[in-house]
């Protein structure tokens, strides 16, 4: 296996493995990112949530823990535009990350395929100077998908995580309109 590395390393080509390199700090990128958005999205799910129950068991205002609460303490009138407000900005708050991932997904399969051209030129270059047949084009070709499956790869993953967190966001910020419409509707 080692050999098999050190060797696709000799003969590929340096745009290959530069590809290969950045793909690599995408992919540790894109996890740590989703990973530390999921945790904090849940974490706050959680406290918004606890919020929610206790609003509709009967308490008169927001936990102190909750987003919306910070927004209604520097009003002495609670009306909608200030809600309104509060859920805006917990909308921009919950979504941090999204365009990362987003960008991430969609531009990955294209680096990779653009490490695969490199390296399919390359193999045909060699081609024209020696006289090697398929085995050539073969060994050649094989090398040079390895760039857009790595591509493929992140971009699964990328795609993948930006789906989960868009539906934690949107979770989150229900539950905040919920919120919002609870106290609106005890203020009448």
Do not use: C
Request: charged content about 15%; hydrophobic content about 50%; glycine content about 6%.
């Amino acid at each position: 296996m080692i050999n098999e590395i050190i060797d696709f390393y000799i003969k590929s080509h340096p745009v290959t493995l530069g590809v290969l390199a950045l793909l690599a700090i995408y992919f540790i990128v894109l996890n740590w990112v989703f990973f530390y958005r999921y945790l904090s999205i849940n974490s706050w799910l959680e406290i918004e949530n606890r919020s929610l129950e206790s609003l509709l068991m009967g308490a008169s205002v927001v936990s102190p823990q909750s987003y919306l609460n910070n927004f209604l303490r520097s009003s002495s009138n609670i009306n909608k535009d200030i809600l309104s407000l509060g859920l805006q900005a917990a909308t921009k708050e919950a979504t941090k990350g999204l365009s990362v991932l987003s960008v991430f997904a969609s531009t990955t399969p294209f680096i990779g395929l653009f490490g695969t051209v490199v390296s399919i030129l390359d193999t045909f270059t060699h081609i024209g100077q020696s006289s090697g047949g398929m085995s050539v084009i073969a060994a050649g070709v094989s090398d040079a998908l390895v760039a857009t499956a790595a591509g493929i790869f992140v971009a699964i993953f990328s795609y993948t995580y930006h789906q989960i967190l868009k539906r934690k966001s949107f979770e989150l910020i229900s539950f905040l309109e919920m919120q919002s419409d609870a106290i609106l509707a005890r203020k009448v």
